[in-house]
C-alpha cells in the first residue's frame, strides 16, 4: 500500500508539473503590475482591454479565425470523404491509402515546411495567404482522418441499406440516415482541425506572407522582447478559446445524448 | 450503377484527399531533393544545376555533425525523461478504483488543447528573472538578485517534455489498459511478489505503448526548433534551427533543401524501422 501512496504522490506531482505553468499564465495575466511578471501587484483586467485596443494583435486574431475555420471545413470535407470511401467500399491497397492519408504526421513539420515553400518557389509564386491555408489543411488532415475513422466504424452500411429497402432513394438515404449519423464525426473533426490550426506555429513561421501574422506567430514575434502582460492576457484568451471550445462542445453533446435516451 | 466490374464512387470521393495530398506533400517532397542539387549563387538566388556541392558541404563541415549529434542526443534524453515520468502516472490512471477517472483522462488530454507557445513561454514565468522561483527565493531572503536559470540545455529539454508528455502518458495507458486483470491475479496467486508481477507480466506487456509513446517524443523532439529559440541559449539548437536559419535568415535554399533531406531521411528512418517491428496502425491509434 505504500508503493501505492508514492504511486499516487508522483502521478500528483507529474500533473502538477504540467499544469502549474499553465496556470501561472492565468494568474499573471490579471495582475495589475507594468511587466509581465512577479511579484503580483493587484487584480486588474487593464491586460485584457489592452489586447482589445492592440491592432497587431486584433488583426492577428481575425488572421487566426479565418484560417482555423477555413482549414476546418476544407480538411474536414477531404477527411471523411476519403474516410467513407476507404471505410464504405472495397477499395483495393485500402491499407496503402490509409498510410498515405496519415503520413503527413509521420514526416516532421519542418521539412514539411521547406517543401511546400520550396515548390512555391519553384513554381515562382510568392508566399500567400492561400499557401498558408494550403499547408494548414495538409497539416490538419490526418487527424481529422483518425478522428473521423474511429468516429465512422460505429456506422454501418446496414442502415443506409434499410433507409434503401424502405424506398428511399440514394440522396434521401444519404441526407436523412447517414449524414446524422455521421454529425458527430463532422464536428470532432472541424473542431480538431480548427485547433491544431489555431495553434500551429512551426509550420506557419516558415509559410506565412510577409507581414501577415497568426496569433501563435505573434506571441513569438512579441516573445523577443520581453513577455509582455499583454501576451499572458492573449494567452488566457487562447486557452479560453482552445480549452472552452471542446468542453463546451463536450457537454452539449452530452446533454443532447442524455435527452435523446 | 449495377456494373459488377468498376465502382468509381470510392475513387471520386478519395479524388479531392489524394490530389491535395499530391500536390502538396508528394510533389514538395520531391522538389526539396532536386534542390538539395541545385546551385547556391548569392542570397536568395539559386540556378537549377545536377551537382554535388551541397552534398559535399554537408559531409565535410563538422558543425553539421556536431548538430546531428545534439539533436539526437536531446531527443534521447528527452525521450527517457518522457518515459520516467510517463509510466507512472499511466500505471496510476490504468488501476486505479478512483469514482471520477474521466476527470484523470481530461486533465491528461487538456494540455493538448492549451496553445503549444503558451506552454513554451510559461516556462519564462517559473524559472525565468521575473519568474516564481526567482520571486520567491527573494522574498526568502535566499538570494539578492534573480539566478539565471533559464536558456540553457535543461531547460530545453524540459520545455520539449512538458510538450511531449501527455503522448507518452497516453500511449503507456492505452497500453496498459488493454492488459488482462486476471494475468497479474494469476502472477499473484503463483508466488510472484507485486513488484515480480509487475516486471514480469505488466512491464512487457505494456513495452508496445512505451516504444510507440517513445518513438512520437524522439521524433517530434527531433523536429522541433521553436522551443530552442524561447528556452533555450545561443549554444541549444537543434537540426531544425540550422533549417530555419539556412531557409528563412540566410536565404540559401539548396542548402536548407540538404539539411532537411538529412533530418527527414534521420527521423524517417526511426519511423520505418518502428513501423517494421511494430506496424504504424498502433501509431495512429495513439494520436487520437
Known amino acids: 500500500m505504500r508503493t501505492w501512496s508514492l504511486i499516487r504522490l508522483f502521478t500528483l506531482l507529474v500533473y502538477l508539473f504540467m499544469f502549474t505553468p499553465i496556470a501561472i499564465v492565468v494568474i499573471l495575466s490579471f495582475n495589475d503590475a507594468q511587466f509581465g511578471g512577479f511579484p503580483i501587484e493587484g487584480f486588474s483586467l487593464r491586460w485584457f482591454y489592452a489586447l482589445a485596443e492592440n491592432d497587431a494583435i486584433v488583426r492577428a486574431f481575425r488572421t487566426s479565425l479565418l484560417l482555423g475555420l477555413l482549414a476546418a471545413i476544407i480538411a474536414t470535407t477531404l477527411g471523411i470523404l476519403a474516410s467513407l470511401a476507404l471505410m464504405r467500399y472495397s477499395v483495393p491497397a485500402t491499407n496503402f491509402f490509409n498510410t498515405l492519408l496519415i503520413s503527413p504526421v509521420l514526416i516532421p513539420e519542418t521539412v514539411l515546411a521547406v517543401g511546400l515553400l520550396l515548390f512555391m518557389r519553384w513554381l515562382d509564386q510568392p508566399r500567400s495567404i492561400v499557401l498558408l491555408l494550403a499547408g494548414h489543411v495538409l497539416i490538419a488532415l490526418p487527424f481529422v482522418v483518425l478522428v473521423v475513422q474511429a468516429r465512422l466504424v460505429g456506422i454501418r452500411k446496414v442502415y443506409e441499406d434499410a433507409a434503401r429497402s424502405l424506398g428511399a432513394n440514394p440522396i434521401q438515404a444519404f441526407f436523412q440516415v447517414t449524414f446524422p449519423l455521421l454529425m458527430p464525426a463532422v464536428f470532432a473533426g472541424l473542431l480538431f482541425a480548427f485547433t491544431i490550426s489555431f495553434d500551429n506555429i512551426t509550420a506557419t513561421l516558415f509559410w506565412r506572407p510577409a507581414g501577415v501574422e497568426t496569433v501563435p506567430t505573434q506571441i513569438f514575434g512579441m516573445l523577443r522582447h520581453s513577455i509582455s502582460p499583454e501576451i499572458n492576457a492573449l494567452g488566457t484568451v487562447m486557452i479560453v478559446i482552445t480549452v472552452g471550445l471542446p468542453l463546451l462542445a463536450g457537454a452539449i453533446a452530452r446533454a443532447f445524448a442524455r435527452r435523446r435516451t | ?288
Not at chain 2, 509487475?198 to 527531433?222: D, E, I, K, Y
Not at chain 2, 549554444?235 to 536559419?245: A, H, K, M, P, V
Not at chain 2, 535568415?249 to 526511426?270: D, H, Q, R
Open chain 2, 1 to 288: 450503377m449495377r456494373d459488377e466490374g468498376f465502382d468509381a464512387r470510392p475513387w471520386v470521393l478519395l479524388a479531392p484527399a489524394l490530389l491535395a495530398l499530391l500536390l502538396l506533400m508528394v510533389i514538395p517532397m520531391a522538389i526539396i531533393f532536386v534542390f538539395s542539387f541545385y546551385e547556391y549563387v548569392d542570397v536568395a538566388v539559386d540556378r537549377p544545376a545536377f551537382q554535388f556541392e551541397n552534398w559535399l558541404w554537408f559531409f565535410q563541415d563538422g558543425f553539421y555533425h556536431y548538430a546531428i549529434w545534439q539533436t539526437l542526443r536531446i531527443s534521447a534524453i528527452t525521450m527517457l525523461v518522457c518515459a520516467l515520468l510517463g509510466y507512472v502516472p499511466a500505471y496510476f490512471i490504468a488501476n486505479t478504483t478512483y469514482r471520477h477517472k474521466w476527470l484523470l483522462m481530461l486533465l491528461l488530454i487538456l494540455p493538448f488543447w492549451v496553445s503549444f507557445i503558451i506552454r513554451q513561454l510559461s516556462w519564462v514565468h517559473v524559472l525565468g528573472s521575473q519568474g516564481i522561483v526567482n520571486a520567491a527565493l527573494l522574498w526568502l531572503g535566499v538570494i539578492d538578485a534573480p539566478v539565471r536559470l533559464l536558456y540553457n540545455e535543461a531547460t530545453v529539454v524540459m520545455g520539449l517534455v512538458h510538450f511531449l508528455l501527455p503522448f507518452m502518458v497516453l500511449n503507456i495507458y492505452v497500453s496498459l489498459e488493454s492488459i488482462d486483470r486476471n494475468l497479474v491475479s494469476a502472477a499473484r496467486t503463483l508466488g510472484c511478489t507485486g513488484w515480480q508481477a509487475f516486471c514480469q507480466v505488466t512491464l512487457p506487456l505494456s513495452l508496445p505503448g512505451l516504444a510507440a509513446g517513445s518513438l512520437l517524443c524522439f521524433v517530434l523532439a527531433g523536429g522541433s526548433y521553436v522551443t530552442p529559440l524561447i528556452l533555450g541559449g545561443p549554444d541549444d539548437f537543434l537540426f531544425g534551427n540550422l533549417i530555419y536559419d539556412t531557409i528563412m535568415l540566410e536565404l540559401n535554399w539548396p542548402m536548407g533543401a540538404t539539411l532537411s533531406v538529412v533530418l527527414l531521411a534521420l527521423l524517417g528512418s526511426l519511423v520505418a524501422i518502428y513501423g517494421r517491428f511494430m506496424g504504424l496502425s498502433r501509431l495512429y491509434k495513439s494520436l487520437n
